[in-house]
């Protein structure tokens, strides 16, 4: 197992899997007279496949490359604004993702037979979308405990 590590986001990433991590400008700190070092905003990526080096931030150029056994997984953080709004309003990194939660309505890209599951939350004064999608809806039940596994070694500062 290996960890990757950076602007306080820090991840395990067991044998078998990748992961990558990149950052983006805050776009709600465009003002650099306020702020003349704002921190960017990160993108980890994790993945059970090989991820290829053209995606999206959620994933599209990589999940339709999956298989049914795939499992593909962003964090993606949004700025600054989003912080204290409705949508991100759940503290913490989930401790647990639930078979059940996902479906194919949650998905960004629609492949048949993959379903999805879109988490909002905060950690202090960041905000973030946890982004899951599995290879098989019928799967779930062995694809969601195995990407637990992994979450289990998410941490963010």
């Known amino acids: ?27 709600s700190t465009v003002d650099q007279t306020v702020d003349p070092l704002p921190s960017p905003l990160v993108v980890l990526h994790t993945a059970n496949f090989s991820l290829p080096a053209e995606r999206d931030d959620y994933g ?6 999956m298989d049914r056994n795939g499992i593909f997984a962003a964090l993606v953080e949004f700025g600054a604004a989003s912080v204290g709004t409705m949508l991100f309003a759940a503290q913490g990194v989930p401790g647990r993702l639930a ?15 993959h379903a999805g599951l ?17 290879g098989s809806h019928s ?13 289990s070694g998410l941490s963010i500062a």
């Open 99 to 113: 078979p059940e939660d996902f479906a194919s309505d949650q998905l960004n890209v629609a492949v048949p037979g």
């Open 60 to 65: 599209a150029g990589a999940v339709e490359t």
């Open 139 to 151: 799967r779930r039940g062995v694809l969601v405990p195995e990407f637990n596994r992994v979450l």
């Open 1 to 27: 197992m290996t960890t990757l590590a950076a602007h306080g986001v820090s991840i395990d990433v067991p044998a078998g899997w990748e992961a990558e991590l990149s950052t983006q400008p805050d776009p």
């Open 118 to 134: 879109q988490h909002f939350f905060h950690v202090d004064a960041r905000a973030f979308c946890l982004y899951v999608v599995i």
